[in-house]
């Protein structure tokens, strides 16, 4: 089974249809309400991280990041959502939410700020965050199916799992895809979002 085709990805993307929908639905309903929040609870009307940019001496803004640091600390966040299927997903969950809910109230707080410092490498990197939850998500249907041949005793373990290969292949495949869209959000925001910022405010 060779995942590195056209047509294979084209069967994930139809196979996982629903948890790939279902994902991107919970990261923008999380947002939606994070930036109502941002906007009236927080202050948007301010323009406030803007406004402290601006206003910070010789606009301290470190133009550099370290593309590696924030590739590695993205990649263990998106891992370990992953792996959260292996406790139904909840912990999976809660963990998009949050990552959603912030985004949208550093949306809602300055939508300028957003643009310029979020969006350029935050198109790439937040929408990673949709492919590590579908993860999460088989990860759980696949312990389930494991949990359900261990109680009926029908079939071993190894059985279900060679049974169950594609789920185990996408898996693998949205570890790939999260690495490669990581990878570009790295560098965009290691080189490219600083100098923006500074540039903009």
């Given at each position: 089974m060779n995942i590195f085709t056209?047509?294979?990805?084209?069967?994930?993307?139809?196979?996982?249809?629903?948890?790939?929908?279902?994902s991107l639905g919970i990261f923008i309903a999380s947002l939606i309400v994070g930036a109502i929040y941002g906007y009236f609870m927080v202050g948007g009307k301010t323009g406030l991280l803007s406004a402290i940019i601006s206003s910070a001496p010789n606009k301290t803004v470190n133009p550099n990041y370290d593309p590696v640091e924030l590739f590695i600390h993205n990649f263990t966040v998106d891992i370990l959502i992953i792996l959260g299927g292996l406790v139904l997903s909840i912990f999976s969950v809660f963990s998009a939410i949050l990552n959603g809910f912030s985004i949208g109230t550093s949306l809602g707080?300055?939508?300028?700020?957003?643009?310029?410092?979020?969006?350029?490498?935050?198109?790439?990197?937040?929408?990673?965050?949709?492919?590590p939850l579908t993860g999460a998500f088989i990860l759980t249907k696949l312990e389930i199916i494991v949990f359900k041949a261990f109680i009926n005793k029908n079939q071993s373990v190894k059985e279900v799992l060679k049974d169950n290969k594609v789920k185990i292949t996408d898996i693998i495949l949205i570890i790939i895809i999260d690495i490669v869209l990581l990878a570009?959000?790295?560098?965009i925001e290691g080189f490219i979002t600083g100098r923006l910022l500074l540039a903009a405010f």
């Open positions: 056209l047509s294979y990805l084209k069967e994930f993307f139809e196979r996982n249809k629903t948890l790939l929908l279902i707080m300055d939508v300028p700020f957003f643009v310029v410092g979020v969006m350029p490498h935050g198109i790439i990197e937040y929408a990673a965050t949709i492919f570009i959000a790295a560098i």
